[in-house]
Antibody, heavy 118, light 106 residues
Framework: EVQLVESGGGLVQPGGSLRLSCAASGFTFSSYSMNWVRQAPGKGLEWVSY????????YYADSVKGRFTISRDNAKNSLYLQMNSLRDEDTAVYYC???????????WGQGTMVTVSS | IQLTQSPSSLSASVGDRVTITCRAS??????LAWYQQKPGKAPKLLIYAASTLQSGVPSRFSGSGSGTDFTLTISSLQPEDFATYYC?????????FGQGTKVEIK
């Protein structure tokens, strides 16, 4: 079964750090680009970051640029999001999603909740 | 690229035909996808390339459009279709989403 499973969410104080992980199974992870997408409570979807299959190309939303770092380990079938200098407005459910290039994000994880609060 | 969905919400009855529109701030060819999201769940891909139905998605869902104007149609609304629907442009990064359309039971 093709599956993505996120982990690493939790409660963190403003200015703190957190590292999210996304474990992939059921497909050749190293062949696909990946994304992180987040959704603040009661709000819509916001694309956060993209990484190509070989990690050679990376993009960030302006809202997280300079604070978040996306990475992957193809040997471990895993995607990561290092989040530093967290702000209240980073509170959201964070999803990892498989990228079908210019077609769609076809596979999504169940999400992991990040709460930034003092 | 900004995407504007309309309406933001709608009330409909089982069996109704429902149409949701998505307008892009600039041309995106056919690089548009539609997702369905139910409360507490991850988004589910319904349609990609503006009009191609994802495998396993019921045929009552259809998409159309190109350039800047797109439409998602549910031909006969079923109880399991009450959810929030999002469009997404995949023409360029950032791959933005529309603000969502909530389909509620009348």
């Amino acid at each position: 079964e093709v599956q993505l499973v996120e982990s690493g969410g939790g409660l963190v104080q403003p200015g703190g750090s957190l590292r999210l992980s996304c474990a992939a199974s059921g497909f050749t992870f190293s062949s696909y680009s990946m994304n992180w997408v987040r959704q603040a409570p009661g709000k819509g979807l916001e694309w956060v970051s993209y990484i190509s299959s070989s990690s050679s190309t990376i993009y960030y939303a302006d809202s997280v640029k300079g604070r978040f770092t996306i990475s992957r380990d193809n040997a471990k079938n895993s995607l990561y999001l290092q989040m530093n200098s967290l702000r209240d407005e980073d509170t959201a459910v964070y999803y990892c999603a498989r990228d079908l290039r210019r077609a769609a994000f076809d596979i999504w994880g169940q999400g992991t909740m990040v709460t930034v609060s003092s | 690229i900004q995407l504007t969905q309309s309406p933001s919400s709608l009330s409909a009855s089982v069996g109704d035909r429902v149409t949701i529109t998505c307008r892009a701030s600039q041309g995106i060819s056919s690089y548009l996808a539609w997702y369905q999201q139910k409360p507490g769940k991850a988004p589910k891909l319904l349609i990609y390339a503006a009009s191609t139905l994802q495998s396993g998605v019921p045929s009552r869902f259809s998409g159309s459009g190109s350039g800047t104007d797109f439409t998602l149609t549910i031909s006969s609304l079923q109880p399991e279709d009450f959810a929030t629907y999002y469009c997404q442009q995949l023409n360029s990064y950032p791959k933005t989403f529309g603000q969502g359309t909530k389909v509620e039971i009348k």
